[in-house]
């Protein structure tokens, strides 16, 4: 009986080792949801960014993607949920709730770790 109470215990460590922790999983969703990462146009921790330049009328203007570390959970969530337009730049990822609620958690735990 004690051989196979350490024998499972042995199996469950073992197998316990393949899982990733929920910062893992986050962090995992907000470099790469769907192909796409979040990264790639609101930097490491969601902030404000210059994603690039465009020549208006002969003017240079900078392309800002807003900060997204200051929305409420409900404004993130109904702006990761909202059709897109072709004229908008964000993606269309599909994200589940859980999914969703990682990615806050993982852009405010960035923002304190700056802070």
């Known amino acids: ?12 460590n073992l197998l316990g080792a393949d899982f990733i922790t929920q910062k893992e999983y986050a962090k995992m969703l907000y470099e790469n949801p769907r192909g796409i990462s979040c990264k790639s146009c609101h930097g490491i921790d969601g902030a404000e960014q210059i994603l690039g330049h465009y020549t208006e009328k002969g003017v240079k203007k ?5 900060s997204i570390q200051n929305l409420s959970f409900e404004e993130f969530k109904n702006s990761l949920r909202k059709f897109k337009d072709t004229k908008s730049i964000m993606p269309n990822y599909s994200l589940t ?3 969703i609620a990682a990615l806050y958690d993982y852009i405010h735990t960035e923002k304190e770790k700056k802070q």
């Open 62 to 66: 900078a392309f800002i993607v807003p």
């Open 97 to 99: 709730d859980d999914e």
């Open 1 to 12: 009986m004690k051989f196979i109470f350490i024998f499972f215990l042995s199996v469950l």
